[in-house]
């Protein structure tokens, strides 16, 4: 398994509060990537990062920020959760970029958020 | 925009019977990806299929990526208790690693 591990697992919080997830790996891989997963919308992908302090957007990038000072952690910031953003969320890993999709993309356990 | 479709979206079936999930989308794919995700863990990548047409066999799996890169399905024959899971499909477009998933397939296999 791809050592990829995500803190917390789990997460209850009010709206209107900040939250950060994280997401460290041991495999020295240079892209890393946040999704959400909800029912009907399989996962989507929120942002990336191609390098330290390298990240971009993705589909649904809006209430959600990201930093990379460290090639191994990942954090995701929700500045004010909203219940929209109860959902799961997962990072996943890959050593390769512009290779059609053919690279294969590790994926953590995921953390259950839920926004009350 | 959902760009990949999945159907069906929850199949429940008994054990030693065949079945189909089919991908589908009006988009070109350089490639795609089919994943398997059990409860509380990440999806985990079964294969990858990159040429129009192209057949992958994984033991009782097979995937198939349609002529026009567009659509692939998934057949798994003889289904096992240890197939139950959610299925994805991924694709990618042009030259990168961004990853379109569909809408997931649920799959129960009863002993």
């Known amino acids: 398994d791809a050592g990829i591990t995500q803190s917390p697992r789990h997460k209850v919080t009010e709206t209107g509060t900040p939250v950060t997830l994280r997401c460290h790996q041991t495999?020295?891989?240079?892209?890393m990537y946040w999704y959400r997963q909800d029912p009907g919308h399989g996962l989507r992908l929120i942002h990336y990062?191609?390098?330290?302090?390298d990240t971009d957007k993705g589909e649904v990038s809006d209430g959600y920020s990201v930093s990379r000072s460290k090639t191994e952690d990942f954090l995701l910031t929700l500045e004010s959760a909203t219940s929209s953003q109860t959902s799961v969320y997962f990072c996943?890993?890959?050593?390769?970029w512009g290779a059609g999709g053919t690279d294969t993309q590790y994926f953590g356990p995921g953390t259950r958020l839920t926004v009350l | 925009t959902q760009l990949l479709e999945q159907s069906p979206q929850f199949l429940s079936i008994q054990e030693g019977e065949n079945l189909t999930v089919y991908c589908n989308s009006s988009?070109?794919?350089?490639?795609l990806q089919w994943y398997r995700q059990e409860p509380g863990e990440g999806p985990v990548l079964l294969v990858t299929?990159?040429?129009?047409?192209e057949v992958k066999k994984l033991k009782r799996l097979t995937f198939q990526f349609g002529d026009a890169r567009k659509d692939s399905s998934l057949h798994i024959t003889a289904a096992q208790p240890g197939d139950t899971g959610l299925y994805l499909c991924?694709?990618?477009?042009?030259?990168?690693?961004?990853?379109?998933f569909g809408t997931g397939t649920l799959l129960a296999v009863q002993p």
């Open positions: 996943a890993i890959s050593s390769e």
């Open positions: 495999e020295n891989h240079r892209y």
């Open positions: 990062s191609y390098g330290v302090k």
């Open positions: 988009s070109v794919f350089s490639s």
């Open positions: 299929v990159v040429t129009g047409g």
């Open positions: 991924a694709g990618a477009k042009g030259a990168t690693n961004k990853l379109i």
